[in-house]
């Protein structure tokens, strides 16, 4: 349905004005549109055709339902131009108000929507249409009666909705009176939350002080007993292999065996204290790496002659992936350190299979990845390998400080990198560092 015509009436006199505005209500109580709309029509239809009958010619008026999704239109066509801005009150009554012009004639069209479009029939356009049709005029003096009538239902709703807006506004001065004593209760308990807060930040920063002067104090005892141990150590070392000499005085097989067990365990505090030492210096934040152009091919090279060295069990093999012709800006001694110490890990856990190293570089980084065959660790442990001294259990038949890992993953933030582990239990462990190529500037 886009166009059905119901009605059409002209506009001559002043009685016709009454009719046009009986019409109009009527043709919007027909379609179903409620009583205030009804008013809003008849009202908005009284003001226009009151100015438009001071023109010299009459005005054709025409209802239809019109449109998709249909809507009630009403047309007023008249010779001449109309003053636009005296139609602005009766546009504020209706959805649209539109003027047109075609010709030397003007078009006036108010439209308003329907209550349910969806569910209007041709059925009922038409009884809407038979219904004004056999709908009688009414006089000037009862439509003035119903317009008065109208009037005075819709003062007492202007009464009825200003006596809900008083209590509402009564209502609303209880709730303000409410939320201002809230406010005032939340700014005071604020005030002392935001005191407390203030006495804790202060309690916090003593502790952070406490915990600096702490950690700078553990820092410094280690790397001077560090330092105080590594000489005696040494030396103690020294006077085994001196008594061991061949050219010494012969020893007993029990003394022979004596010193080949204080020569390992000497080894081994020393290797702690070189590792404390080392550690110690990463903590305190005065290992400043030396940058240069480390050639990763010559460094493979290096590491795998030193750890193949190191190797006690004919059942592991080394793989050592030498890159060809590979660059990177970094410390030399400080990224073989942490290669070194990845090699030396997984040797330690690999009783079987073999320890690959191999180098990838796209471009802007370089990924080197240590895997192993070893036994593998969980991934609840995987955090845990990195804190100092941790010893998983079931491994202290291998003998470690703890501190290699957390040295070398200290090491890689140091040189600008990041490590990551990659393992599971029986499938091995693969550790990955990636560092840029080039040293951001």
Not at 113 to 119: G, T, V
Not at 225 to 241: C, D, F, K, Q, Y
């Amino acid at each position: 349905m886009t166009d059905a015509l119901l009605l059409q009436l002209v506009l001559r006199r002043e009685q016709d004005v009454f009719a046009i505005r009986q019409r109009g209500r009527e043709a919007a109580a027909a379609l179903g549109l409620e009583h205030q709309d009804q008013i809003r029509i008849a009202t908005a239809l009284s003001d226009i055709s009151r100015q438009l009958l001071a023109g010299p010619s009459p005005v054709e008026v025409a209802f239809r339902v019109h449109g998709r999704p249909p809507h009630l239109r009403i047309d007023l066509a008249v010779a001449g131009p109309v003053n636009r801005d005296a139609l602005r009150p009766a546009g504020r009554l209706v959805d649209v108000l539109q003027v047109s012009e075609r010709g030397q004639e003007t078009v006036i069209m108010l439209s308003r929507r329907l209550p349910a479009p969806d569910q209007l029939t041709a059925e009922q356009v038409e009884q809407a249409r038979r219904e004004l049709a056999a709908s009688a005029v009414a006089g000037p003096l009862d439509e003035l009666a119903s317009q008065n009538e109208h009037l005075m239902a819709a003062l007492e709703e202007a009464r009825e909705q200003q006596d809900r807006l008083r209590a509402l506004n009564d209502e609303l001065e209880e709730t303000n009176r409410g939320v201002m004593a809230l406010y005032l209760q939340l700014s005071s308990e604020l005030e002392e939350t935001n005191r407390g807060v203030v006495a804790l930040y202060a309690e916090l920063d003593e502790k952070s002080g406490q915990l600096r002067a702490a950690s700078e104090a553990k820092t410094r005892f280690l790397a001077n007993v560090s330092h105080e141990l590594r000489a005696p150590v040494t030396a103690i070392i020294g006077l085994i292999r001196l008594l061991s000499d061949p050219d010494s005085d012969p020893l007993t097989d029990a003394q022979a065996e004596q010193m080949s067990l204080m020569r390992g365990s000497a080894s081994d505090l020393l290797s702690l204290v070189n590792d404390l030492l080392d550690l110690a210096k990463a903590e305190s934040g005065h290992l400043e790496p030396v940058w240069g152009q480390v050639d990763l091919s010559g460094l493979f090279k290096q590491l795998r002659g030193t750890v193949k060295a190191v190797l006690t069990s004919p059942d592991v093999e080394l793989v050592v992936e030498v890159p060809d012709g590979t660059w990177i800006e970094s410390d030399e001694a400080l990224l073989s350190q942490v290669l070194r110490n990845l090699l030396h890990n997984a040797v330690k856990f690999t009783e079987r299979g073999s320890v690959t190293m191999r180098a990838a570089c796209d471009g802007g980084h370089c990924t080197i990845t240590v895997a192993d065959t070893g036994v593998g660790i969980p991934a609840a442990q995987h955090e845990r390998i990195f804190e100092e001294f941790v010893q998983l259990p079931g491994r202290h038949k291998v003998h470690g400080t703890g501190l290699g890992l957390p040295y070398a993953r200290r090491l890689t933030g140091i040189l600008g990198g990041q490590m990551h582990l990659d393992s599971e239990p029986g499938r091995g462990s693969t550790f990955t560092v990636t560092f840029p190529v080039a040293r951001a500037s």
